[in-house]
């Protein structure tokens, strides 16, 4: 994959290069003049109008998703393994626990409350809580290193994780509550639908983005424009080659930032691991700069 990828770099550069040489700079500059059009009117009509396409075509099919791992997860029993392992004897029940997590108000301090009817009195339950909706989660996720292995990478989930541990309040709560469909739906609301919206608007763009490149050459050429050009015969040639490289360049941008988001959205789940692009000689440096910025 890493052989990939650099291969893939150099070969868009340098074919964008040598079709620009052949076209000459005439015909590369209404090329380009049509890219940038297009970029800034599938970006203007993307901003107008993707979360409205989320909601009609796309949310359904992320609660579907959150559906077949909510009903997999029994939120209390995962409470009541952390809090076993972290000294708390007092014998406690993953059901009442469930229902404890479905109440109102601090899901540490209803935890804490009820450890404390229980009988707890030795370990603060809600210090503990606290601990484990924190970013401190994330730290506990990567110790055995198998996710790095394969792909994810600490930065990348840590940065999911927003609002003070809030989306995995609600990943828990969600986990929790008996109603599996509401609380699939309400999971895709708090937590999945940023990352959902954000994917879905970087493909619409690049789905409008293309349609209208090819819609505006086409209307260009039978518009006849660029044939009433006389080029620039002796430096013609020698334009359209550094357009070329300066249009590759870009191309390359842009698909190293749709890689980024892929790996960043879908983690482990992306067939490009982190690993891949960490290996590579030329693909990593585009790819830096999304990670930098």
Known sequence: MAGFLDIAVVSIIVISAVTCWIRGFIKTVFGVIGSIAAIIIALIVTHLTYEAFYDAFV?????????????EINAGEMVESYLSEN??????????????????????RNISDYAKQK?????????????YLSEDTVDRIFESGELE???FKKETVR????DGGEDIKYTIKAAANPDKHKAAEEFEEHVLSRPAKKLTA?????VIFVILQVAFMIVIRAAGVISRFEPIRSTDKLLGLVCGLISGTITVMCLTYAVYMAVTLAGGNSPIKVTDIESTY??????????NI
């Open 159 to 162: 940065s999911m994780i927003s």
């Open 87 to 108: 000294g708390v004897t007092t014998e406690l029940s993953a059901d009442e626990i469930n229902t404890v997590i479905n109440r109102d108000g601090d899901l540490s």
């Open 59 to 71: 949310s359904k099919h992320v609660v579907d998703a959150a559906y077949s791992v909510i009903s």
């Open 202 to 206: 970087m493909c619409m763009a690049v």
């Open 282 to 291: 030329v693909f990593k440096f585009f790819y830096s700069f999304f990670e």
């Open 119 to 131: 009988g707890e009195k030795d370990v603060d339950v809600k210090a503990l809580m606290d601990k």
């Open 149 to 151: 292995e394969i792909g």
